[in-house]
């Protein structure tokens, strides 16, 4: 976490990790990716949702507006599955999110990156760490 925390010290902005399911969506709070936020140093959006995590629509996305998105998806590794993002897509209020117009949205595998397990934490860093490099 200190490598992770040092490499990502001059990110410029903030992170906002969503689970994506097929029929909803949920805000991950700082208080359940503390590996992230307090680990790793990332700056979460100003939101009083963003300490416990909500439910989440395209509107409320809008509202929070990340510099950096990552998709935390529960059909990774099986597209056939659908996800409720898929319609988000395909509108106007996603185009004009900051992290949609930066190219900073990030897909990951949400079963591993957005657990408890320290085999979902090492592959959640080191997925993070892999995005906001480049």
Known sequence: MAAA?????????????????ENEVYLQGTAYLKPY?????????TSDA???G????????????PDYLFLGYFNYSDKT?????????N????KKLKAVSNNHVYSI????ALGYGPIGNNYG??????????
């Open 109 to 112: 595998n949400g079963e591993l």
């Open 37 to 45: 936020y307090e680990g790793m140093g990332l700056k979460a959006p």
């Open 5 to 21: 925390k040092e490499k990502l010290a001059d990110l410029d902005g903030n992170v906002a990790f969503v689970q994506v399911r």
């Open 91 to 94: 509108s106007e209020v996603w």
């Open 54 to 65: 909500e439910k989440l629509s395209l509107e409320g996305l809008s509202a929070l507006d």
């Open 81 to 89: 599955l659908p996800a409720a993002t898929d319609q988000w897509e």
């Open 50 to 52: 963003m300490s416990e």
């Open 125 to 134: 860093v080191k997925a993070i760490l892999d995005s906001l490099q480049k």
